[in-house]
């Protein structure tokens, strides 16, 4: 069964550092998405993307934060300048065809720790 | 705002069944996804409703009132394995953006 998968497991990493994290979604799916999730806390969305640019994002997703699909396989998301704050669980996921009503399938999640 | 309330814990026992509810701003609703995450794990998705009544699958059912901005997961026959945390996540206004409530966290005994 396809999955979605990302890279890395986990990561620490010095505030003020860049990190990206990777993604492959489902090979025929068109929507992408990434979610954070701060330990004991609820599931929170950063970003959806189709068609090669961004569709919606919270207000969470500030100017340290970039979405960019290098290829045709890979979904990052990058984070420039790494706060404390932004210690979390993020996860990818992907949607099919038309988005909306559709179901969203998560990959495992990198696990950050910023220090 | 678009607020999704669901009982922070439950417990129940192994073989029996447990109701989970989540209850939803109705203005706007465009559908609303049940979704299973154990600790440390991603969520993985177990059902999805937009229209009223009972959807099916399995030991696993969900419900849907629209009028009410209701639902609940019914989980039956209940296994240890079935201990995990159970988020309710809604699309409003015609986009895909999911709003998750903060999850209900079963424990099932033997």
């Known amino acids: 069964e396809p999955e979605v998968t990302q890279t890395p497991s986990h990561q620490v990493t010095q505030m003020g550092q860049e990190v990206i994290l990777r993604c492959v979604p489902i090979s025929n799916h068109l929507y992408f998405y990434w979610y954070r999730q701060i330990l004991g806390q609820k599931v929170e969305f950063l970003v959806s993307f189709y068609n090669n640019e961004i569709s919606e994002k919270s207000e969470i997703f500030d100017d340290q934060f970039s979405v960019e699909r290098p290829d045709g396989s890979n979904f990052t998301l990058k984070i420039r300048s790494t706060k404390l704050e932004d210690s979390a669980m993020y996860f990818c996921?992907?949607?099919?065809?038309?988005?909306?009503?559709?179901?969203?399938?998560f990959g495992p999640g990198t696990r950050l720790l910023v220090l | 705002g678009q607020n999704i309330d669901q009982p922070t814990e439950m417990t129940a026992t192994e073989g029996a069944i447990v109701q989970i509810n989540c209850t939803y701003q109705t203005s706007g609703f465009n559908g609303l996804f049940w979704y299973q995450q154990h600790a440390g794990e991603a969520p993985t998705f177990l059902s999805y409703?937009?229209?009223?009544g009972l959807e099916e699958k399995g030991r696993f059912s969900s419900f849907l009132s629209r009028s009410k901005g209701y639902s609940y997961l019914l989980l039956k026959e209940l296994q240890m394995k079935d201990s995990a945390s159970y988020l309710c996540a809604v699309a409003w206004d015609n986009t895909d953006k999911l709003i998750f409530g903060t999850g209900t966290r079963l424990q099932v005994f033997p």
């Open positions: 996921a992907s949607s099919g065809v038309t988005g909306v009503q559709e179901t969203q399938y």
């Open positions: 409703n937009v229209l009223d």
